[in-house]
């Protein structure tokens, strides 16, 4: 990728390209967001510029490290990079939920309003293997791979429609068990601050903290039906807590620990499946069963073919008049936050991106990555675009790198306009000729340029 001098200079990419990315931070207001989560600066740069430099980084092939650190030609120094992430007062959950309720109201305008929308939760790993003095960092369990690793876990909640999926709040959790963590917290704060409530949070259990997630999102207006959730928190207790805010779909676990009482005993899920009558031949859907907890709440049971083993899986949901096509269809929706914890590991320098110990600067850095995939998820959505969101990250790149072959065009064209000033009478006809052959040249190399032909630009560089 060609590079700059400068690899982070904010006036190239606002006055030179008209770039997609300035263009998402006025038109959803960040400046706004951010004063009102009082994310604002004293002295010095201010808020916006540094989240908008620490924003760009991953579509410039950068990190703060080398483009900012020991890049001695940096608009923005690192003392103010630092005192700006490590900040314990910045209202970061604010900030992202105001920000994507925004967007969800420009989404949702484009939603047809038959179509069912979703609260999505789920917890991915964050790894740090490297790391030792890492503020709360502890051993914590992957699921996926069934081993112990040296990192965080961060539950997520998000909001989808099906085709745009937006990341609402989450939190980065150390380790309840105070003999699992290599590093306890290493800040005097005020109890009442932003960052002592993180930290709390961090060390304590998910199952605690989901609920007031869900209310939070609720409460701020988001839209959505049901909230949908994978296995590992499928349990009746949280069920019925969450089913108090929202209908839930869910995956169920099966184990011998979790009972519901069918036709008036208790049995566990496999129990339960060995006593029901299945569909003939290939049937996707084999059967279904009405189930009650022991607080009294009543669900339903989906049995569904495992298409990859000759096996079964279970599926719940609270709301017993869905049918059971639908239970299957709508909890399929589960799928985009996966997409997201991938891209978000991959594109977006979720664990890589910030190698700082301080947890504030780790929640910091997790919000921003997610105002990234919102920006990704609204490019998409707005153009109806068939690209992965991988594949239109590596195309944000590549624009954020034409802005400095702009700045050189409009260089050549300065130098062009200086010397057509020489045919005196014929300067017009000259100019026309010229820019229109210019133009159609930029355009049968598929490049969309025509910007840089507008008045201002030629009256700018025309002097």
Known sequence: MQTTNNAIDLQLIKNECESRIDSFFSQFGIATIARNSSIKKARGYSALTIL???????FIGKNIYRSIVINPKSDV??????????????????FLLKLAFGVHEFVDGLTSKGRESVLILDDSTIERPRSKKVELLAKVHDHTTGRFLKGFKLLTLAWSDGSTL???????????????????????????SCGARRRQEAVTKSTDLIEPMIERALKAGFKAKYLLMDSWFAMPALISEVCKHIPVICMVKRTSKIHYIFEGQKMDVTLIYSQIRKRRGRAKILANAQVEFKDGLKAKLVFVRNKHKRDWLALLTTNLT??????????????DIEVFFRTAKQHLELEKGCQSRDFDALIAHTTIVMTRYIFLSIEKRRTDDPRTLGLLFHRCCEEAEDCTLVKALCQILDITLENLKKL?????????????????????????????FNEQRLLAANG
């Open 77 to 94: 120094g690192k003392d103010a990079i630092y005192e700006f992430m490590r900040s314990s007062n910045f209202g970061w959950r604010r």
């Open 322 to 335: 869905l049918a059971d096509e639908d239970v299957v269809r709508i909890y399929g929706k589960r799928w």
């Open 166 to 192: 937006l990341p609402l709040d989450f939190a980065l959790r150390s380790s309840a068990n105070k003999k699992q963590r290599y590093q306890e917290v290493s800040k005097d704060l005020d109890k009442r």
């Open 52 to 58: 908008l430099n620490i924003f760009v980084l991953p």
């Open 424 to 452: 005196g009478e014929a300067q017009n006809q000259a100019e026309r000729i010229l820019f229109e052959a210019f133009r159609d040249g930029m355009r049968s190399l598929g490049r969309d340029f025509d910007y840089i």
